[in-house]
């Protein structure tokens, strides 16, 4: 079984920074686990690390697709699958990671939610549900269907509803059905989680934006629009960070309310990332702005024992 470790947390928690220092501790390689780094041309929102911050670092699945491309969670396990394959090969220490829950927990087991091919007809068909009748009714549609992924699922995440109601429709099983029927992990994984105080994280959240829109963010998107790459409808233009400056180009909102608007969207997918981490299973966790030190050598250790043996 291989081995590989695996940094996730919220955003703004340091994972990046934690995860180059593991890598180079651990003669290691870093598979991105973040759904939206994957788009080439969404560097500012996405937070996405340049190859000054990588540090010489070989990192994988960045800038992997065009923005106006759709990227399943069945395409990142595929790929990164081969990815662990190919850097264990090489006597290498595979380092995953990012703060996508459903890629780390469709990855760490065989059989997964993502397993299921994507129905276009049937994700036409709840789409229109959703203009017709809202997200409370297809949310209510799943709660009928799959009480336990609809206790999972926030009703405004419209997508993961829809996906959820795409998979029992197509293979007469729930969701949850599915997640449970393969729980033996295909790796041998250590799972480290960031976390700090709330308002410590939220802080550093709100400072990253700013510097975001002080780096250029909105000429980046326009720029996306104005060269034809994505439209409103494009997949990545549903991320936090993008999605927002659709009511600021439309002159809805003013800048410094697209401003508090991400910082309050990217506050609470925190807290998200945050609830579905602790559902993971063996997250050993630590508080990054006190215990970065303890983290690292918590993962050294862990790998340099199985190194000797023990």
């Given at each position: 079984m291989k081995r590989i470790l695996i940094i996730t947390g919220p955003t703004?928690?340091?994972?990046?920074?934690?995860?180059?220092s593991c890598a180079k501790e651990l003669n290691g390689e870093i598979i991105s686990a973040d759904s939206m780094q994957i788009y080439r041309n969404l560097d500012i929102g996405t937070a996405k690390p340049n190859l000054t911050e990588r540090q010489d670092i070989p990192h994988y699945?960045?800038?992997?697709?065009?923005?106006?491309?759709?990227?399943?969670?069945?395409?990142?396990?595929?790929?990164?699958?081969?990815?662990?394959?190919?850097?264990?090969?090489?006597?290498?220490?595979?380092?995953?990671?990012?703060?996508?829950?459903?890629?780390?927990k469709?990855?760490?087991?065989?059989?997964?939610?993502?397993?299921?091919?994507?129905?276009?007809?049937?994700?036409?068909?709840?789409?229109?549900?959703?203009?017709e009748k809202g997200k409370e009714y297809i949310f209510s549609l799943l709660a009928s269907k799959d009480k336990l992924a609809s206790e999972k699922i926030h009703p405004n995440d419209t997508k993961r509803v829809i996906r959820a109601l795409e998979i029992i429709e197509q293979t007469?099983?729930?969701?949850?059905?599915?997640?449970?029927?393969?729980?033996?992990?295909?790796?041998d994984y250590v799972l480290v989680a960031l976390t700090m105080d709330r308002e410590v994280l939220y802080k550093k959240i709100n400072d990253r934006v700013d510097k975001m829109f002080d780096k250029g963010l909105v000429q980046e998107v326009k720029t996306l629009f104005d060269e034809g790459e994505v439209s409103w409808e494009s997949q990545s233009m549903q991320a936090i960070g993008y999605k927002e400056f659709k009511n600021y180009f439309s002159s809805a909102i003013s800048l410094d309310e697209l401003k508090e608007l991400i910082k309050k969207n990217s506050r609470n997918y925190a807290k998200r990332q945050l609830t579905f981490i602790?559902?993971?299973?063996?997250?050993?966790?630590?508080?990054?702005?006190?215990?970065k030190e303890k983290a690292l050598k918590y993962v050294v250790s862990r790998f340099k024992e199985n190194k000797n043996g023990n």
């Open positions: 703004a928690s340091g994972k990046t920074d934690f995860a180059i699945l960045i800038d992997e697709v065009e923005a106006g491309e759709e990227y399943s969670v069945q395409q990142f396990v595929k790929s990164a699958r081969e990815r662990i394959d190919d850097i264990t090969s090489r006597g290498k220490l595979p380092i995953v990671v990012g703060g996508t829950g459903l890629y780390i469709s990855l760490i087991y065989p059989y997964s939610f993502a397993s299921s091919k994507k129905d276009v007809e049937l994700r036409k068909k709840y789409n229109k549900l959703l203009n007469g099983r729930t969701k949850s059905e599915q997640n449970t029927e393969s729980q033996k992990p295909i790796y602790r559902g993971l299973e063996n997250v050993v966790w630590f508080d990054i702005e006190k215990e």
